[in-house]
């Protein structure tokens, strides 16, 4: 039953990887610690977390430039210190594994640096801004879709690029018995 998971599900799909870099409670620093947890605690193999980070991130980094070619908005961004949104709660079995994680990791405050005047300027204001998370009892009450519209006026670019990546179905291939 291993080999056929793995044949479908060891690689995650690009889109996956930059769609969980959308997600305010994730974004690209908690990319390795979720890897880590599939690979070495899920399916207990090794996997270069490190060399798919970089290619993430530099994917990450391509689709911001192709948005601004195609769309030219303005990089005078003013980026909020904190934001509060929900968290989920944890919940039971392997989901729990991520949920624990991400519990972890939005506790620990996110250093924000001051944005440079580059083309990257609101990928990166967005990568480095602190986001503060405040407790909840239920996992689906963060709409994701929702916190970008509220966080429209500051990340314009990254807002088309999230309504683009979160809104698209996902499709999967069920595992052969």
Known sequence: MKEK????????????????CFDPR?????????????????LKIHYDVDMCCARVKKLLYDLY???LR????SLNIDV???????????????????????SKK???????SSSSSTTYSELESYLSTSFEFIEDTEVKKFDILHWWNENERYFPILVMIAKNIISTPVSTVAVEQ
Do not use: H
């Open 5 to 20: 998971w793995l044949e479908y599900y060891k690689e995650f799909p690009n889109i996956y990887l930059i769609a969980m």
């Open 26 to 42: 994730c974004k690209l620093e908690s990319l390795p610690d979720y890897l880590s947890v599939y690979y070495e605690q899920g």
């Open 65 to 67: 430039d192709e948005y």
């Open 70 to 73: 195609v769309y030219g908005l």
């Open 80 to 102: 909020p210190q904190t934001q509060n949104v929900s968290r989920p709660s944890s919940s039971s079995g392997f989901i729990s594994l991520g949920y624990n994680l991400l």
């Open 106 to 112: 939005t506790k620990k405050l996110r250093g924000s």
